[in-house]
């Protein structure tokens, strides 16, 4: 199956609402770049308890300690990202944006709301995601009860002409390293093979 | 000949005659006239402006085929006597720069072309053009045609058919730009 799209549509769909692949794949991005975060953490403060104290520390997933810790740095780590400017690192590799629901820019407290009410999207068994799929501004429960939507914030005009550019950019350098002369007014051009 | 004859032919020589020397008498007046006349004095009385305004000058020109004399006159020829530099040097460019629409004319532009047919498109893919910048349009512009599909079938799935807002209403401007 196909995604391409044309770059006019890229432009286009500047600040539309998001859709549901591009929130996907930065929840997928950001998961990883926390839960590394996260374990290098655990790894540093590890090392750390056993200089000091001697023993070795040992973490296991299964650690009540370590779930508890690990979902409380989620609500920081996406909490803290979407009440400063509204995306986090994920969101800002797929250039989406969470705004305001009128397409302003998010208040922190609005941020801070959508992260505590994020885990909604799990507790209920993924219905409170069913949202981004079927709801006219594709918010899901979360949004609904921050505030809040998420729109395209990319520079999609300047990607657009970079995508130009690099069409354009394989004709310049054949004419430029062509050594024929351009053919006289009234001369035919030199004959190519096949 | 008949003496009435002779008589009434005389009487019309006579006349000729007379005719004859009344109109050289009336063109030595008149030249002795206008010799004395300074017409240099006449015209400065002459309200020029006034007269012009009396003068319908559409009318005569609508009459015209103005391009018989044109056809005639080498343009060439009058335009290599013209000395623009000195015409130019007149022209105050501010104030004609003043009344153009710069916005309006770059707004003319057709940028994509302008890309795509200069070597702007190289230098602009060369400065920018860099492999993580290629690889991040590539997935953003992989993930919205991804989106777009999915609406799709969404929205035959559902059978929508009202219009949905496409953006939040502080964006919509910034969605409406080509």
Redesign the interface.
């Known amino acids: ?5 044309h ?16 929130r996907f ?1 930065a929840y997928l991005i950001d998961l990883v770049a926390s839960t590394i975060i996260y374990s290098l953490a655990l790894s540093l403060i590890s090392f750390l308890v056993e200089i000091v104290t001697g023993s070795p520390v040992s973490w296991h997933r299964n650690d009540i300690v370590v779930l508890i810790t690990y979902v409380a740095w989620q609500f920081v780590y996406f909490g803290f990202q979407w009440a400063g400017d509204g995306s986090t690192w994920g969101e800002a ?3 989406v944006q969470v ?6 820019r998010v208040h922190p407290w609005q941020g801070w709301v959508r992260s505590l009410t994020f885990p909604l999207g799990f507790l209920t068994l993924g219905l409170g995601f069913l949202g981004i ?2 709801h ?2 594709h918010r899901a429960v979360y949004d609904l009860i921050a505030g809040t ?1 998420v ?2 914030a ?1 520079d ?4 657009r ?9 394989p004709v ?2 054949v004419a430029a390293a062509s050594p024929l002369p351009n053919p006289a007014p009234g001369e035919a051009p030199p004959a190519t093979e096949g | 000949m008949d003496p009435q004859d002779r008589s009434r032919s005389a009487r019309k020589g006579a006349a000729a005659s007379a005719e004859l020397l009344a109109q050289r008498l009336a063109e030595r007046v008149i030249d002795i006239v206008v010799q004395a006349v300074d017409i240099n004095a006449v015209l400065q009385q002459v309200d020029l402006n006034a007269l012009l305004a009396r003068v319908d000058v559409n009318a005569p020109l609508k009459q015209m085929d103005v391009n018989a004399p044109l056809k005639q006159i080498d343009l060439n020829a009058l335009l290599k006597q013209i000395d623009l530099n000195e015409l130019l040097e007149h022209v105050d460019m501010d104030v004609l720069l003043d009344r153009i629409d710069i916005n309006d004319v770059v707004a003319r532009i057709d ?2 072309r302008l ?12 400065s ?2 860099g492999l993580a ?2 690889g ?2 590539t ?13 799709h079938w ?1 929205i035959r799935l ?1 059978r929508r058919k009202d219009q ?9 401007s ?2 409406a ?2």
């Open positions: 199956m196909s995604v391409r799209n770059p006019s549509q890229w432009v286009s769909a500047q600040g539309q609402y998001a859709g549901s692949a591009s794949a590799l797929l250039g705004v305001r629901a009128d397409g302003r799929l079927v006219r501004e939507a729109v395209y990319w999609a005009r300047a990607a002409y970079r995508y130009l550019a690099r069409q354009a950019e310049a350098e | 940028m994509d890309v795509e047919q200069t070597d702007l498109g190289a230098i602009i893919a060369r920018t053009g910048t290629q991040l349009d997935m953003r512009s992989a993930a919205v045609g991804l989106d777009r599909r999915i609406d969404v559902l949905v807002p496409l953006a939040p209403p502080a964006l919509r910034l969605e730009q080509p």
